[in-house]
């Protein structure tokens, strides 16, 4: 498999704000994503948090099996365009449940007190619905995993996280009844984010220690997302054999549910550069876009440690600004003080009003939480299709903001 292909945007042609998803690059990650789906027969699941632009699910669908959601919104989207819907949520609400039952193929429960809850009425639904059978299964949580996940923010088997079922809570549970069990058809885990094989290897191998006992009574086992699969040094033959070993010695079939893997570096947001402020107290100048970091990328913001890939230009951290050239801190525009990036970026020319910025990366969890703050102007949504032409897939305007005001 080739390398990922370089963005061919040309922003002169772009109305900014917006956000701009490259046909020929969501492709190649999908057919990434596919090939390991062809050579493992694991089912391949679209996890709809990270990226939710419908327009373009058929594309998604030509390469994958279905959808992956948290609520009862993300599943009628999701029912919208694909067979399978595959739900997870920490709890679920009782006046959704029967149109979650509706919507979702595959049921899974954080905890067996909701699956106790609302098991009579899978059952039920079951019972009137042979042909559209729910299948139920249990999120579990395998404590901590050597080489896991970044801060507590983002990993869900750190101490005291709600998500999923430690292995004593599922003994305890089985040995109150030893039926729990019944109607359970898989297991389901999430331990990571942006994480490499080695960590995965290292999750699964913490499953098999813990749940081990219990796989040979499952269909599926559900690995999450949380891999950089696509990524052109993920060791994507070693994640096919480990999922091949896996499914052979227990069993069962290997569900994937990949989200940023999906649009990794397939959707940039496209600002301009609409003032320039010089401080003398500090080594840059500031360059005031038409976007907010907080309104529109808030998920990245919440990881200062991560590095915002910018067209044209080199990251640089605050140990490393003195004498560079053409430094610039790139800000939003909201009446928030840390409206900005945290790091800087070196760019080849200096930046003046008008100028154009690509956030390279800069679709993947910020489309799905944008809000309007300040009343600032929502990203238009532009698709750049394989033949080069551009559509504008949706635009905000001042509606948008009052419907969701009142
Ligand atoms: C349960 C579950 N599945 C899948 C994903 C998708 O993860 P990613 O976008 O990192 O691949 C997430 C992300 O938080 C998740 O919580």
Partial sequence: MKNRPQSQVDTAKIDTPA??????ILRHNLSILKEVKEK????????????????????VREYLD?????????????AEYYDEVH???PAYREKEFEEILEKCTTIIFNSFLQWKKFKPQVEEWNAQNPQKKRECGLRINPGDIEGGSHSGLWSPTSPGSRLGIRVSEFETALKEDPK??????????????????????NAVAAVEQKFGKYLPQMKWVNWGGGQTITNDDYDREGLVELINAFQKKHGVTVHLEPGAAIVKDAGALVATVLDMV????VPFEI???????????????????????????AVVREEGVADQPNLYQLAGGTCVTGDHLSHYHSFERSLMPGDKIMLLDGIQYNLVQCTMFNGVQHPSIVLLKQNGEYEVLRE???????????
Avoid: C
């Fill in 40 to 59: 493992t027969g694991t089912k391949m699941l679209q996890a709809l948090k990270t990226w939710a632009t419908w327009e373009l699910f058929p594309i």
């Fill in 66 to 78: 279905g959808a992956e959601v948290s609520s009862l919104n993300e599943a009628t989207l999701g």
């Fill in 180 to 201: 729990a069990l019944e109607g359970i058809s898989g297991l389901h885990f999430h331990v990571f984010w942006d994480e490499a094989l080695p960590q995965l290897k």
């Fill in 287 to 313: 360059a005031v876009l038409d976007m907010s970091f907080n309104a529109h990328m808030p998920d990245f913001l919440l990881s200062p440690d991560l590095d915002m890939p910018v067209a044209r230009a």
């Fill in 87 to 89: 739900i997870y949520a």
């Fill in 278 to 281: 010089h401080r003398d107290d």
């Fill in 396 to 406: 905000f305007g001042y509606e948008d903001y009052k419907n969701r005001m009142g």
């Fill in 19 to 24: 956000f701009v998803i490259e046909e020929h």
